[in-house]
């Protein structure tokens, strides 16, 4: 049976997740190509099957690491897809988030469709996009945190389960000062 989002495109009924959201923490030392390449590499593997996932970026770092993950986001083809995450895309625009680049569904006469990869900022622990834990699809998400390793705003704000994924081009902690 096909079931219609508002825009009345056809689309498969949603799929539960295969996993917890994923949550990243990029910190001011971290290099903002390698994060966003070593994000989108690992995400690009399970999109079909993964919550919108969340990064949290240091404030000094934020800027490059948007316009990072832009570039690679925008250079990216459409998803294999059913347009399910177009309502989250449409219900986090409402709740005050930024698009930055793609989230716009490709209908494709008889076959699947394609979604493609979705980037928002300026988010808040309040986001529409952090608080629907079942949709599942190609959906970034970026908030600026002064310290990315203690934003507990945001992880209490997340509805359902998520796990902390570490990146390996980030420098392993230095000794306490």
């Not at 930055?100 to 394609?114: E, H, I, K, N």
């Not at 979705?118 to 622990?125: I, Q």
Request: some cysteine.
């Amino acid at each position: 049976m096909l079931h219609h989002d508002t825009t009345g495109l056809p689309s498969d009924p949603p799929r539960p997740p295969a996993g917890p959201r994923p949550v990243y923490r990029v910190d001011a030392a971290a290099p903002a190509a390698s994060a966003a390449e070593e994000i989108v590499a690992g995400l690009r593997r399970h999109w079909e099957r993964l919550p919108a996932a969340l990064i949290l970026a240091a404030d000094s770092v934020y800027s490059r690491l948007v316009e990072q993950l832009r570039a690679r986001l925008a250079g990216m083809e459409a998803q294999a897809g059913d347009g399910a995450p177009g309502e989250s895309v449409r219900a986090a625009l409402h709740g005050g988030d930024t698009l930055v680049c793609g989230g716009y569904f490709l209908a494709a006469g008889t076959g699947p469709g394609r979604f493609a990869p979705a980037l928002f900022v300026n988010l808040g622990p309040g986001s529409r996009l952090l608080a629907e834990p079942l949709v599942v699809g190609p959906l970034l998400g970026v908030a600026r945190s002064a310290d990315p390793g203690a934003a507990d705003g945001f992880l209490r704000a997340l509805h359902g389960a998520f796990t902390l994924r570490p990146l390996r081009c980030a420098p392993p902690p230095g000794p306490p000062t």
